[in-house]
């Protein structure tokens, strides 16, 4: 998917909601732990409840990982499912990548090929010849984490380096990477105030902001520091959406706090 | 499996060699494409082949998640071989992993339970409570990324941050997190002449080394500079050794290649 093609789908559905697909077994309803795949049931009902209110999906690999071969397939069920029926939203592998060049080639065509997301969620630590071989597929996007929401991002992400905060230094020397043009940014929510300085640095890219709801963030702030003239936004929510209820009501429960933010984003958006 | 097991097999056997399990289906024999589990089947060869050279195996997960499902798969029954085979063997996922805290949970669960490695390689830049939940694992070792053997480890990780290279700053940090003593660290061997000062910030920790071979590092600097009195060394060697050949010796000459290294580091431990 092209950058202008996420732009007009935000436009048309008034959000710039990213759902994250988290799935833990011991909280998803328990109905439907009796069915072959919990998992992907789990998530075919979010994605047919919410597909309307929100313009990404973004399921974090660790979670299907967990459950080794049998998450491996839900997780490809998944995006497969997600490609067929509703190939207007964006899809974000949360993989946190990033290896020595031949192997980020590989993660690379794990990704973008053989699960065909439109993106991956990459670390910055090993630097440009870790990063750039996403760089190269045409119309996929590498989203650079820059600075995280956790409380750890203060441990080396804040740093001064060299005259800025090491975040800063990743963001302006990612900009000078071969096909720079495909990456976006992780900020977190829970830091908004930063993003002002943010933007001062890459005004046109567009950010993931997780965050929002379990973690704290608020989403008022983040859009007054961090929206650009092509919004340049995805905010995510896992946890305070599709664990929004645990029994047979689930996935209208999650459509409702789906909804909740998307009237808030139709607003922001005027 | 503890440390000084590890510290045990390696005296025993003379050899503190890691060998990388990066398999390409382009690279192996062609032969083997015509096996149900071509990657399988080529690791069992080079494992039963060259277990008595090496104390570690460590599969990088990248090649096996670009195969999607059947990789996946492949790599579940190359852990299990060797778990039941050759249980005295460390295993590394080198997987480069970290998130936020419930999220790092469980890729530990992923590669600690599920798939049953000794350890995993953890990327730092997320902090402290992206690393912690792996270092709760007893017997489990998370060896996490300081100075890689890329020249993109020259992007950020040497950058001065307050005082002293981000990557000191990594081990320094490390050093205070809950259950440290689990930490190992990655040090590439391109830049063995940084070994002398790694060893200052951290005398005991087990170092994984990789980039002798392929990168270009050198066997003798590593261990001038970076040996300690238990050895404190895990040499990895992955192209050099398991594509020596491309034909239906591949497993004997790869063994043939382990034994060049083996023998050298025999020397070396006098």
């Given at each position: 998917?092209?950058?202008?093609?996420?732009?007009?789908?935000?436009?048309?559905?008034?959000?710039?909601?990213?759902?994250?697909?988290?799935?833990?077994?011991?909280?998803?309803?328990?109905?439907?732990?009796?069915?072959?795949?919990?998992?992907?049931?789990?998530?075919?009902?979010?994605?047919?409840?919410?597909?309307?209110?929100?313009?990404?999906?973004?399921?974090?690999?660790?979670?299907?990982?967990?459950?080794?071969?049998?998450?491996?397939?839900?997780?490809?069920?998944?995006?497969?499912?997600?490609?067929?029926?509703?190939?207007?939203?964006?899809?974000?592998?949360?993989?946190?990548?990033?290896?020595?060049?031949?192997?980020?080639?590989?993660?690379?065509?794990?990704?973008?090929?053989?699960?065909?997301?439109?993106?991956?969620?990459?670390?910055?630590?090993?630097?440009?010849?870790?990063?750039?071989?996403?760089?190269?597929?045409?119309?996929?996007?590498?989203?650079?984490?820059a600075l995280t929401?956790n409380q750890g991002?203060?441990?080396?992400?804040?740093?001064?380096?060299?005259?800025?905060?090491?975040?800063?230094?990743?963001?302006?020397?990612?900009?000078?990477?071969?096909?720079?043009?495909?990456?976006?940014?992780?900020?977190?929510?829970?830091?908004?105030?930063?993003?002002?300085?943010?933007?001062?640095?890459?005004?046109?890219?567009?950010?993931?902001?997780?965050?929002?709801?379990?973690?704290?963030?608020?989403?008022?702030?983040?859009?007054?520091?961090?929206?650009?003239?092509?919004?340049?936004?995805?905010?995510?929510?896992?946890?305070?959406?599709?664990?929004?209820?645990?029994?047979?009501?689930?996935?209208?429960?999650?459509?409702?706090?789906?909804?909740?933010?998307?009237?808030?984003?139709?607003?922001?958006?005027?």
């Amino acid at each position: 998917m092209t950058t202008s093609q996420l732009v007009q789908e935000i436009k048309k559905k008034k959000s710039f909601l990213c759902i994250g697909l988290d799935v833990d077994l011991n909280k998803i309803p328990e109905h439907l732990l009796k069915e072959e795949d919990p998992i992907f049931e789990f998530n075919k009902a979010i994605v047919d409840a919410t597909h309307h209110l929100c313009v990404a999906y973004k399921p974090n690999t660790a979670f299907y990982e967990a459950y080794g071969l049998k998450g491996w397939s839900a997780l490809e069920k998944t995006i497969n499912y997600i490609n067929k029926n509703y190939p207007e939203l964006f899809t974000i592998a949360d993989a946190k990548r990033g290896d020595i060049g031949n192997t980020s080639t590989m993660y690379a065509k794990a990704f973008f090929e053989d699960l065909a997301f439109d993106s991956v969620t990459v670390a910055p630590y090993m630097g440009k010849d870790s990063v750039e071989p996403f760089l190269t597929f045409k119309d996929k996007h590498t989203i650079l984490l820059a600075l995280t929401s956790n409380q750890g991002a203060f441990d080396f992400q804040t740093k001064n380096a060299e005259g800025k905060e090491l975040y800063k230094q990743v963001l302006e020397t990612s900009k000078t990477w071969n096909n720079a043009q495909n990456l976006m940014y992780v900020v977190g929510a829970t830091k908004a105030e930063f993003l002002a300085d943010i933007r001062q640095i890459i005004p046109d890219s567009f950010l993931l902001v997780p965050g929002v709801g379990a973690q704290g963030g608020n989403l008022q702030d983040v859009c007054k520091y961090g929206m650009n003239d092509s919004v340049g936004l995805l905010i995510n929510s896992s946890r305070g959406i599709i664990y929004a209820s645990k029994e047979t009501d689930f996935a209208k429960a999650a459509a409702s706090k789906a909804s909740e933010l998307q009237v808030e984003m139709a607003q922001i958006l005027g």
